[in-house]
């Protein structure tokens, strides 16, 4: 479920921060069935690009390359070198995939 | 009570969180009446299937396998592989059935 | 004060909580006058059916067939086996009677 | 300044918590004036007639018998064996008199 | 600047708080002029009658007899033996003047 | 920049408190030009005068004679024998110029 | 990415206080196109030039003449010999690039 993300970021996020690289919305169901928008408002996957380290005495525990599932409006919108990114506190991450 | 769930998922919770699959709403009573739906607000039962790792010196009380007791509204509905899953907190269940 | 509460609920609150079986509220006065209903609204006992395993280092206080007094809006409505609980933190017992 | 109060109340409060018995609202001002409802928004008196065990590390600072001033909107009125009574944290509690 | 005040009270405050006896509010700058009300909403001096106990591992720092500045608006009235006095916690003491 | 601040002001500050003499607001800019009021809001300078004796385990970092700059609504305006200052916490200084 | 700003400022942020130089807002995208106004909401990129002392057990993480990221809304503005500056916390910088 996971796609290699290629791309490696030039950023060194602060703290307990991580940047991903959201996946595309998946625009099919399973059986093929094309979603409407309206039932896209579920939790988002992506690739974890970059990370930070950590609070102190709390290490990180999602690493570069983990595929991840955080919440619809978690994070702030950054774009480095023209590609967007989001970057959020790892407690926004709800699972490693 | 507690109805065996075979799906295993592949998913890892972060820190204190779990994945609920949620045992479908019973529709009778004990007597055997139909319970109208404005009166099934009451909490929801399902079954623990994945375990984070827990928060730092707090190790998790839930196990997968578990039939837990959670509030109508915690966590967050998730999909995985077509089933819906719902990811929250373990301050989010009440109990262990 | 404390009705014993024959029933015995297979039910293990997480942490600090603990399940209540709310007492039948008294209709009448000391003296045998009807209480009319806009005068109930002060705490109510119940019966400690169920105890959780504390919180770390914050052991329980209250045990199984406690008569305890709690909040009228404490906790959250449960039905095991056809019958009505109240699910509570400990925080929301006033008082052990 | 503090009467005493006969009545012993057989009720543990929880942790930090504290039964007191309010004084009678004095109706006069010591030269004899009446006060007018509007004026005795003021804090209250009563005596202590139960105590928590303290919460973990805090052992409580007033005792049964303690004539205690309180904020007028302090705790939850109680009624035990037809007399009524406040439940209330020592935080409420401002001074010993 | 700090008027002895000679008045004793029978009260202890607890924990954190202190009684404090205000000051008349001076009706004239240094230089004679009267102010009007509505430029009186600066902070209040007053002298400190009754101290608490501190909290626990913290002792308090203003002593019985300090003459301190005081938010306009802290603490709560109460009248003892007659007289009229505040009673607030110590972070609302800006200064000892 | 920092003016010195002949005053010594009788007054102890308490616990993470000082005492801030602002400077007057400059009326013109470094090119002589005169700033509308409008766009005065910026965070002003101003001289410590009087620190307190720090929370438990935080010494203070400003000192007496520290050319400061705050936020323009930090404090409360006090006055001490006519001249007009601001007593706020530390933590409502920006930094040390 | 990072530009060199040569300016030093004689400014000692207090605490976890770090003081940055914000990049002019770049007009165009990589592709050369003109971005309009509404579309320049994201995080903006500075020069730290100042760095406090950080705040007890917690040192800073950044450093002056690091490139950062920070939320577009963050920190106050503060004008120092002419020139407009950002002090901030570091809790506000999202990134170092």
Redesign the interface.
């Known amino acids: 479920?996971a796609k290699k993300v290629s791309t490696s970021v030039?950023?060194?996020?602060?703290?307990d921060?991580v940047?991903v690289k959201a996946d595309a919305a998946e625009q099919k169901?399973?059986?093929g069935i094309i979603i409407p928008d309206t039932a896209k408002e579920?939790?988002q996957r992506g690739t974890v690009v970059?990370v930070?380290?950590g609070k102190?005495?709390?290490p990180m525990?999602?690493k570069t390359g983990d595929s991840v599932?955080y919440?619809k409006y978690a994070g702030?919108?950054?774009?480095i070198?023209?590609a967007d990114y989001l970057?959020m506190r790892?407690?926004d991450?709800?699972?490693?995939?």
């Open positions: 479920m030039n950023i060194t996020p602060l703290h921060r940047v169901t399973a059986g579920k939790p970059a930070g380290g102190k005495d709390e525990t999602v599932l919440g702030t919108e950054i774009s070198e023209g970057i790892e407690s991450i709800l699972a490693i995939l």
